[in-house]
T-cell receptor, first 114, second 114 residues
Framework: AQTVTQSQPEMSVQEAETVTLSCTYDTSENNYYLFWYKQPPSRQMILVIRQEAYKQQNATENRFSVNFQKAAKSFSLKISDSQLGDTAMYFCAFMKGSQGNLIFGKGTKLSVKP | DTGVSQNPRHKITKRGQNVTFRCDPISEHNRLYWYRQTLGQGPEFLTYFQNEAQLEKSRLLSDRFSAERPKGSFSTLEIQRTEQGDSAMYLC????????????FGSGTQLSVL
């Protein structure tokens, strides 16, 4: 069975600075996707960034980038130039192949301070 | 608003009562998912549909839970004989079949069982 572990329950960062959220996962699969989802206080979850396991290049989306270490089964999220609107719960998630069910970690609560 | 819509937003019920939640996905999305989220945890997969077919159910989904998606449009999740342990946020999400994990979530239905 696949598992996703987020070891940082809470983190804080000053506005405009950079923060990295950690995620590790366990799987015997070769074909999978990894995700970071954001859940702001309004509670509607949105996709931040997605990484296909077969791609060696790390995914980037504007201020958000990942460090995908396949052998180490590590998938961290870096947020550059943090903004107040980045304050949210961040969930790392795993999906086997193209199946629809995502397996989520317990989340990291990020607070961006002015 | 063309996002995923869930009703009601909040539901308070007494133990033993039946409750039903509704989810209206984004109209062109053929996949629909139900997740459950308790405080301090990530969402847990319950079930998902492709069009009207229920393709997968989690072992978390006891026989008191039933989900339907008639005509492949909206979906309902019914919980019979509710228990206090059913108290949670129930999240619905939708995606394209080739969405590769890019799910669009609703705001959820918060269930409290007294």
């Amino acid at each position: 069975a696949q598992t996703v572990t987020q070891s940082q329950p809470e983190m804080s960062v000053q506005e405009a600075e950079t923060v990295t959220l950690s995620c590790t996962y366990d799987t015997s699969e070769n074909n999978y996707y990894l995700f970071w989802y954001k859940q702001p206080p309004s509670r509607q979850m949105i996709l931040v960034i997605r990484q296909e396991a077969y791609k060696q290049q790390n995914a980037t989306e504007n201020r958000f980038s990942v460090n995908f270490q396949k052998a180490a089964k590590s998938f961290s999220l870096k947020i550059s130039d943090s903004q107040l609107g980045d304050t949210a719960m961040y969930f790392c998630a795993f999906m086997k192949g193209s199946q629809g069910n995502l397996i989520f970690g317990k989340g990291t609560k990020l607070s961006v301070k002015p | 608003d063309t996002g995923v819509s869930q009703n009601p937003r909040h539901k308070i019920t007494k133990r033993g009562q039946n409750v039903t939640f509704r989810c209206d996905p984004i109209s062109e999305h053929n996949r629909l998912y139900w997740y459950r989220q308790t405080l301090g945890q990530g969402p847990e997969f319950l079930t998902y549909f492709q069009n009207e077919a229920q393709l997968e159910k989690s072992r978390l989904l006891s026989d008191r839970f039933s989900a339907e998606r008639p005509k492949g449009s909206f979906s309902t999740l019914e919980i019979q004989r509710t228990e206090q342990g059913d108290s949670a946020m129930y999240l619905c999400a939708s995606s394209l079949a080739q969405g590769h994990g890019k799910l669009f979530f609703g705001s959820g239905t918060q269930l409290s069982v007294l």
